[in-house]
C-alpha cells in the first residue's frame, strides 16, 4: 500500500505552551506527512478513561450518517462510532461531557468526474474526551477528493486523547486529493496527532502481485480491496453492528463498477 512515514514527536511544555496560545498547529498540505503532538506525552487506555467516568469497555453504538441532514453531533458520555460513505459536506463532534469518546470513519469510492469534499471538526470542550477519525479516499479516473479537518482541545480539556487519519489511494495519473489537516491545542496534558497520505498504490506490491501472473488492473484492484477490508476490519474492533458486512459488501461492489 501507500508507504509509511515516521511518526514526529513533539514535547511541549507549560511554559512552551502558554507562548503558542491559540496558534493553530498546521501540516504542509503539499505531500504526505504524518506528525505527532504530545502534551507531556500522558495517555491513558480508552478503559482507564471510561472506567474513570463509570463505563465499563463494552462495543460502540454503531450510527450511520450517510444520506442523513445531521451535520452536528453533541457526544456525552456513551462512546458511540459514526459511518460515513461518498457524503460531502461540513461534520462537527462537539464534546460536551468528560469521558465522552467517538470512532469516526468516512470512506470515499470516486470514479469518472466524481468529487466529494469532507470538512471535520473534532471540538473537545471537557476533560477525558477521545475522538479518533479514520478516512479513508480510493479514487480512479479523474475523481476528485478533499479533506479538511480540525482537531480543537479547549482550556480545561485535559487527557484529551484526539487523533485524525487520513489516506488517499490514487488509482489513475487524472485522480487527484488534497489533505489539509491542522490542529488547535490550548491546553496541556493532552493527546493529540494526525497522519495523511495520498499517493498510488505501492510498486513493490504491484509488482509482486504481477510476478504471479496477475494482471495489472487485477493487481490494482485487489490491493485496493485490501485497504477497503482493512477499513472495515478497524471498525469492527468498536462495534458488532450487524450491518458492517453489508456496507463492507457494497464498498466492494462499488469498486468493481466501472
Known amino acids: 500500500m501507500i508507504s509509511n512515514y515516521p511518526e514526529v514527536f513533539y514535547t511541549f511544555t507549560p511554559r512552551l505552551q502558554s507562548r503558542l496560545g491559540g496558534t493553530k498547529l498546521r501540516s504542509d498540505p503539499g505531500g504526505v506527512c504524518e506528525k505527532n503532538y504530545f502534551l507531556q506525552s500522558r495517555q491513558l487506555t480508552r478503559e482507564q478513561r471510561l472506567g474513570s467516568v463509570g ?3 463494552i462495543m460502540m453504538e454503531f450510527f450511520n450518517l450517510t444520506n442523513t441532514d445531521t451535520k452536528k453531533i453533541a457526544l456525552r458520555i456513551a462512546p458511540r462510532v459514526f459511518f460515513l460513505w461518498n457524503q460531502s459536506g461540513n461534520f462537527e463532534f462537539s464534546f460536551e461531557r468528560p469521558g465522552a469518546e467517538a ?9 469518472g468526474d466524481e468529487s466529494f469534499s469532507l470538512s471535520l ?25 478533499s479533506y ?29 486529493a488534497t489533505s489539509k489537516p491542522t490542529m488547535e491545542i490550548l491546553e496541556d496534558d ?3 496527532r494526525h497522519a495523511s497520505a ?22 490494482h484492484r485487489l490491493l485496493a480491496e485490501g485497504a477497503i477490508r482493512n477499513f472495515f476490519d478497524e471498525m469492527r474492533k468498536y462495534t458488532d453492528n450487524e450491518h458492517i458486512s453489508d456496507l463492507e459488501m457494497n464498498a466492494l461492489d462499488s469498486l468493481q463498477k466501472k
Not at 471538526?121 to 479516473?141: C, E, F, I, W, Y
Open 55 to 57: 463505563i465499563s469497555a
Open 103 to 111: 470512532r469516526i470513519f468516512a470512506l470515499y469510492i470516486g470514479k
Open 121 to 145: 471538526n473534532q471540538l473537545h470542550r471537557k476533560p477525558r474526551t477521545m475522538s479518533h477519525l479514520t478516512a479513508l479516499s480510493v479514487l480512479d479516473g479523474a475523481a476528485r477528493f
Open 148 to 176: 479538511d479537518g480540525l482537531i480543537r482541545i479547549e482550556k480545561g480539556a485535559t487527557q484529551t486523547d484526539a487523533s485524525q487519519n487520513n489516506k488517499n489511494i490514487l488509482l489513475s495519473k487524472e485522480a487527484r
Open 190 to 192: 493532552v493527546a493529540a
Open 198 to 219: 495520498t499517493g498510488a498504490l505501492d510498486r513493490e506490491s504491484l509488482f509482486l502481485a504481477e510476478s504471479r501472473g496477475i494482471s495489472s488492473d487485477n493487481a
